[in-house]
Nanobody
Framework: QVQLVESGGGLVQPGGSLRLSCAAS???????????MAWYRQSPLKQRELVAT???????DYAESVKGRFTISKDNSRKTVYLQMNNLKPEDTAVYYC??????????WGQGTQVTVSS
């Protein structure tokens, strides 16, 4: 089974930064580096939105709204994926979720972490 544990959310002012972390664990016939990882966000007034992805081959992609501000990365040795968020805006306020998936498995989801951007 895949388990994802997220951390790093909080309250920041516009223009501030946060780094979200998602620690992944799977011990049965699996290796972290074989999974694609993604960050999503959900706010009360919007549908769930794909924010960023990083594939097992380390290919990255971002939503247009966060390009140039957010960076997704991973550390295979620590089995952790990160989302560095800079120059945060109020519209970035949401619950952020990480997910892990392959073409035949998942997605698996973390519990979510709240990010609030407000002055």
């Amino acid at each position: 089974q895949v388990q994802l544990v997220e951390s790093g959310g909080g309250l920041v002012q516009p223009g501030g930064s946060l780094r979200l972390s998602c620690a992944a664990s799977r011990t049965i016939l699996s290796v972290f580096w074989t999974y694609n990882m993604a960050w999503y966000r959900q706010s009360p007034l919007k549908q769930r939105e794909l924010v960023a992805t990083i594939t097992s081959g380390n290919t990255k992609d971002y939503a247009e709204s966060v390009k140039g501000r957010f960076t997704i990365s991973k550390d295979n040795s620590r089995k952790t994926v990160y989302l560095q968020m800079n120059n945060l805006k109020p519209e970035d306020t949401a619950v952020y979720y990480c997910s892990a998936y392959t073409p035949s498995e998942g997605p698996y989801w973390g519990q979510g972490t709240q990010v609030t951007v407000s002055s």
